[in-house]
């Protein structure tokens, strides 16, 4: 079993709906969880940090996070043309690195 | 939010030259820095992690003798490709890690094009 597992897409949402991004992890003592978000050909950019259990909003993110599922979310309201990109899931369990998903590649179409 | 700099944004050279990268971080101390390469349409690839004043630790299956890490402070890392080849073509994208439960913030990447 990987470590982070992200469907890899494409996910393809029309204008204006709502994308729904998911990741499960394996590793029990994660704490910490980012989303990053990574246009082609750029680095990764961080968009959303949660800690606790439940959801954390910032604009049209949120974030949903649920440990004893070991599952964590992005929702992306009211999606744009410019939302689309790849995001990657880290969850951080301690230590000096974090794990990355392979990414969830979403398309917003017009 | 904190900002990484990471120079030159694009290489091209001859085979055999070998490829300096730096990053930097202008707004706070990072404790440990990584080195990641990304193959078109491929995940992110770590390749290793430094801290300062110390060796960097390299993933499986990365030479540690082509790819040279040198953290020479807590605000700047730099990796050296020795004597690239087409093979090495990547885009090279560091980035640093304060401490705890805080993100790792990524420079912009250098796009790397041997001939």
């Known amino acids: 079993q990987k470590e982070v597992e992200q469907n890899s897409g494409p996910l393809s949402v029309p204008e204006g709906a709502i994308a729904s991004l998911n990741c499960t992890y394996s590793?029990?003592?994660?704490?910490?969880f980012f989303w990053y978000r990574q246009y082609s050909g750029k680095s990764p950019e961080l968009i959303m940090s949660?800690?606790?259990?439940g959801d954390k909003e910032d604009g049209r993110f949120t974030a949903q996070l649920n440990k004893a599922s070991q599952y964590v979310s992005l929702l992306i309201r009211d999606s744009q043309p410019s939302d689309s990109a790849t995001y990657l899931c880290a969850p951080w369990g301690g230590g000096n690195k974090l794990t990355f998903g392979t990414g969830t590649q979403l398309k917003v179409e017009l | 939010g904190a900002v990484v700099s990471q120079h030159p944004s694009w290489v091209i050279c001859k085979s055999g030259t070998s490829v300096k990268i730096e990053c930097r971080s202008l707004?706070?101390?990072?404790?440990?820095m990584f080195w990641y390469r990304q193959f078109p349409k491929q995940s992110l690839m770590l390749m290793a992690t430094s801290n300062e004043g110390s060796k960097a630790t390299y993933e499986q299956g990365v030479e540690k003798d082509k790819f040279l890490i040198n953290h020479a402070s807590l605000t700047l890392s730099t990796l050296t490709v020795t004597s690239a080849h087409p093979e090495d073509s990547s885009f090279y994208i560091c980035?640093?890690?304060?401490?705890?439960?805080?993100?790792?913030?990524f420079g912009d990447g250098t796009r790397l094009s041997i001939l």
């Open positions: 949660i800690y606790s259990n």
């Open positions: 707004d706070f101390q990072a404790t440990t």
């Open positions: 590793d029990r003592v994660s704490q910490s």
């Open positions: 980035s640093m890690w304060r401490q705890g439960n805080q993100p790792q913030h």
